[in-house]
């Protein structure tokens, strides 16, 4: 019943933005550290960003400064807004939440970043 939903993801030219959004159900979602991770096709998981539960942000470092994680609890939403995107980019995203003990992923929506 617990539910993350991503949407967004899609063909972009490098140097564009695209915005990845990630709609949660059947957790209490302000409890939640949220997270974007991505995985390209032969290479590990990695995080991206993390937004705590109360607004605090880390990213990892090639990302600093061209991604922001952002939420809205209200609509049980978290926001990835990716902008000078690079060919390395490219990757399935994945919507994480946790929260003490539990763990829950999306099923991941893929960003292409090519000419």
């Known amino acids: 019943q617990v539910q993350l939903a991503e949407s967004g993801g899609g063909l972009v030219q490098p140097g564009g933005s695209l915005r990845l959004s990630c709609a949660a159900s059947g957790i209490t979602f302000s409890y939640y550290v949220m997270g974007w991770y991505r995985q390209a096709p032969g290479k590990q998981r990695e995080l991206v960003a993390v937004?705590?539960?109360?607004?605090?942000?880390n990213y990892v470092d090639s990302v600093k400064g061209r991604f922001t994680i952002s939420r809205d609890n209200a609509e049980k939403l978290v926001y990835l807004q990716m902008n000078s995107l690079k060919a390395e980019d490219t990757a399935v995203y994945y919507c994480?939440?946790?929260?003490?003990?539990?763990?829950?992923w999306g099923k991941g929506t893929l960003v292409t970043v090519s000419l």
């Open positions: 937004i705590t539960s109360g607004g605090r942000t």
């Open positions: 994480n939440a946790q929260f003490g003990g539990m763990n829950y």
